[in-house]
C-alpha cells in the first residue's frame, strides 16, 4: 500500500491530467490536488459506521 501512495503522490501531475482530460470531470475537479492521507483522518467514518451497528464493514 505504501508503494502505490509514493506513486501515486509522485506521478500526481499526470493523474490529475488524465482525470482532468475527461469533460464531466474536468469542471467538477478543477483545483484539485493529492495529498498524503492519515488513518486518523478517517476516525470519523469509523465512528458513523460503528454508530450504525455497521463496525464489522470496516474492519
Known amino acids: 500500500m505504501a508503494e502505490i501512495r509514493e506513486r501515486m503522490l509522485e506521478n500526481k501531475a499526470q493523474l490529475l ?7 464531466r470531470f474536468a469542471s467538477k475537479f478543477k483545483g484539485a490536488t493529492f495529498v498524503p492521507a492519515n488513518d ?4 470519523i467514518i469509523r465512528e458513523v459506521y460503528k454508530a450504525m451497528g455497521e463496525e464489522n464493514f470496516i474492519k
Open 17 to 23: 491530467q488524465a482525470i482532468f482530460s475527461v469533460p
Open 40 to 43: 486518523s483522518d478517517y476516525n
